[in-house]
């Protein structure tokens, strides 16, 4: 039976890079019909706070990613690490180190210095059981070292194919900290072996981690589970997707009005080889397999995001549009006249306003004083609605014709301004029967109060 498991660390909300993992992690449960669990790995007490752990959580649910057993979380599990070490001690598999913190900052700078990776120096490594003892009973703190092997190792990574580890490329790495807490590399294996994960999908930043837990592994006389890595995400600067390339939570994402099921589709579709680009949650379940994950670096493209939004909010059902962005169901015809024009639920509300907002906006208000005739455009307007509410566009554009000196672009976009309030949108022709004249007038009066040469 198949078992994967999403383990991320509450100390933070949940970037878009984690949402991917939890993502392929979840379509490759439900593809092979196995189980998919939720571990929080809160070891780092200064940093894990309750309020990321709930906000992880939630960015799950809303993201449709449901988990199949009870949340673990490993700050609950201290006692079995704990004993899990003691074990490895036991076997030879480990061993207690004294070395103070200045000894260990000392060694590392001498290793530097001779252009060498850092690297513990065995120092406490062939210490006797009776010195060991001592050390202990004088009250020197110490950690719990791995005993490693120096043996090459190699292993097959679904997404990326074999990989290979030189002899001696994991050394003794600390398992259990001097106040007794375990090491990330301890607490994964332990959890993963005790839950019986049998695939671990995670991000390109971790292969680093993957020798030292299959020699952990090995310690305890493990199978280690099958291992896959996926690439992470990146700016359009080929850099780490990070706060400088805007939006990288999903927290930010939902705040923007991007609709989960585009996220959805664009995180599993990203970086794959698939036959469509839109797809629902059953169609990515269907479709996903790891030799369709590409090893190639992802670029998170905001303007890709967008367009798989836009598709969406033509899609969606009027129904649960209206339901999504919080609006009346009395509103469905001018939600009908402007969502073609919305990339997120935060611009169709913003184009809504259209019909409500008796204000020009900004770059409508710009654009119109670099503009010349509009005073006498403007006024005509108002005669003309306040002689008959009831007229058509075309009647409205006939009547007002092409005055002299004004370019029909102008004019144009005159008459949007004052129609919609903005300097874009929907086909003027669908939207004029839908604004109230007094909200056109309004926009006229407002402009005229600011811009009076008459």
Not at 48 to 56: C, G, K, L, P, Q
Request: glycine share 8%; aromatic share 8%.
């Amino acid at each position: 039976m198949i078992k994967v498991r999403f383990a991320p660390s509450p100390t933070g909300h949940l970037h878009i890079g984690n949402a991917k993992t939890a993502l392929y992690n979840y379509l490759f449960a439900r593809k092979a019909g196995g189980t998919f669990v939720l571990r929080m790995e809160d070891t780092d007490i200064e940093r894990s706070e309750a309020i990321y752990e709930r906000s992880i959580m939630d960015d799950l649910a809303w993201l449709g990613i449901t988990w199949d057993e009870v949340p673990m979380r490993q700050s609950e599990r201290l006692d079995l690490y704990g004993a899990h070490a003691k074990a490895l001690l036991t076997k030879g598999f480990a061993y207690k180190c004294f070395c103070t913190e200045e000894e260990l900052a000392a060694s590392r700078q001498r290793s530097l210095g001779k252009g060498e990776p850092p690297r513990y120096s065995g120092k406490c490594r062939d210490l006797s059981g009776d010195e060991a003892g001592r050390l202990e009973n004088e009250g020197k703190a110490f950690t719990v070292r791995f005993r490693a092997d120096a043996r090459p190792i190699t292993f097959h990574d679904g997404i990326r194919g074999e990989i290979s580890f030189p002899r001696g490329h994991v050394d003794d790495l600390i398992i259990l900290r001097k106040d007794g807490t375990p090491t990330y590399n301890l607490a994964v294996v332990v959890d993963d072996m005790l839950m019986g994960i049998t695939d671990v999908i995670r991000g390109a930043d971790h292969i680093s981690n993957t020798p030292k837990q299959i020699a952990l592994f090995s310690a305890f006389s493990t199978p280690a589970p099958r291992y896959a890595h996926h690439s992470l995400l990146i700016g359009s600067d080929k850099k780490p997707l990070s706060k400088r390339h805007g939006a990288t939570r999903v927290l930010d994402f939902r705040s923007m009005g991007i609709i989960r099921e585009a996220l959805v589709n664009y995180l599993g579709t990203m970086g794959r080889n698939t036959a469509a680009e839109i797809m629902d949650v059953d169609e990515l379940v269907g479709t996903f397999s790891l030799d369709s994950v590409s090893a190639s670096d992802n670029i998170f493209d905001m303007e890709k995001l967008l367009w798989f939004n836009r598709e969406y909010l033509k899609r969606m059902p009027l129904d649960k549009l209206i339901e999504e962005t919080g609006l009346m169901p009395d509103e469905a015809e001018l939600v009908l006249a402007v969502r073609d024009n919305a990339s997120t639920v935060n611009d169709l509300k913003d184009y809504m306003e259209i019909f409500t907002k008796p204000e020009l906006g900004e770059r409508a208000l710009d654009y119109l004083a670099k503009t010349r005739g509009v005073n006498e455009i403007a006024c005509e307007i108002k005669d003309l609605l306040s002689g008959n509410a009831n007229i058509s566009f075309e009647e409205l554009t006939n009547r007002i014709g092409t005055p002299q000196d004004i370019k029909k672009k102008d004019l144009f976009m005159i008459l949007r301004a004052f129609i919609t309030g903005r300097p874009d949108g929907p086909p003027l022709k669908d939207v004029f029967p839908l604004v109230p004249a007094s909200i056109i007038s309004g926009r006229i009066e407002a402009y005229l109060n600011l811009h009076d040469e008459r």
